[in-house]
């Protein structure tokens, strides 16, 4: 029989958390359209991959945002919807890389390199607002790990930028897309897992009280 009784009140929210998620989804938006642009122009797989993440991360901030005022149980499944976005793109990430194998047409290296930077020094900036945050409940680690993959991401791509360069071939973006793609879905499995664990704190914690 479901059990009757209701939640704990939840807390109220960090003021500086939500500042700092207000500034992650205006620096993803504007990051999102920025390298959305320049991966058509340059033909990069990783560059598109990563203006996808840009613009999933911009969703799962505003997510975040919606929540961030409920109870661990709304907080849980809000990560857990993040947790399985990440996985599906990045499982998306893979299949695109695997389709562009065939074509084999290196992207422009300049381009992925110069952009690359770009967003390397927005989403440090973003990393450093949200690290003393990275402890925190599932939807609070979530949005940690976001930027943290986002950092790294960068940093692949300018690495695949000067590979393309060097070698004249598309190999370079292709692995890094791929290891985008495997980022993602190691992560997202890790989000699902602990909002799965919040969830059930969530509804043990009514269950008692």
């Known amino acids: 029989m479901p059990c009757q009784?209701?939640?704990?009140?939840p807390k109220v929210p960090d003021a500086r958390f939500r500042r700092a998620l207000w500034i992650a989804l205006w620096v993803n938006l504007g990051m999102f359209l920025v390298e959305g642009i320049a991966s058509f122009q340059a033909g990069s797989v990783s560059l598109m991959a990563d203006a996808i993440d840009f613009f999933g991360d911009s969703a799962n901030y505003v997510l975040s945002l919606s929540v961030l005022s409920m109870g661990l149980l709304w907080r849980g499944r809000a990560a857990l919807v993040k947790g399985v976005t990440m996985l599906l793109f990045g499982l998306a990430v893979l299949a695109r890389a695997g389709w562009n194998l065939q074509a084999g047409v290196p992207p422009e290296a300049m381009t992925m390199g110069a952009v690359g930077a770009l967003a390397l020094v927005a989403n440090i900036s973003v990393a450093m607002l949200l690290f003393a945050h990275r402890d925190g409940d599932s939807n609070m680690r979530s949005?940690?790990?976001?930027?943290?993959?986002?950092?790294l991401s960068n940093i692949a791509v300018m690495l695949a930028a000067v590979g393309v360069f060097g070698t004249g071939s598309a190999w370079p973006d292709l692995l890094v897309a791929a290891i985008m793609g495997g980022l993602a879905v190691t992560s997202g499995l890790s989000i699902i897992n602990h909002a799965r664990s919040d969830i059930s704190e969530a509804k043990a914690n009514a269950c008692t009280s």
């Not at 009784?5 to 009140?9: D, F, Q, V």
């Not at 949005?143 to 950092?151: E, F, I, K, T, Y």
């Open 143 to 151: 949005v940690w790990l976001c930027s943290r993959n986002d950092a």
């Open 5 to 9: 009784c209701s939640a704990p009140e």
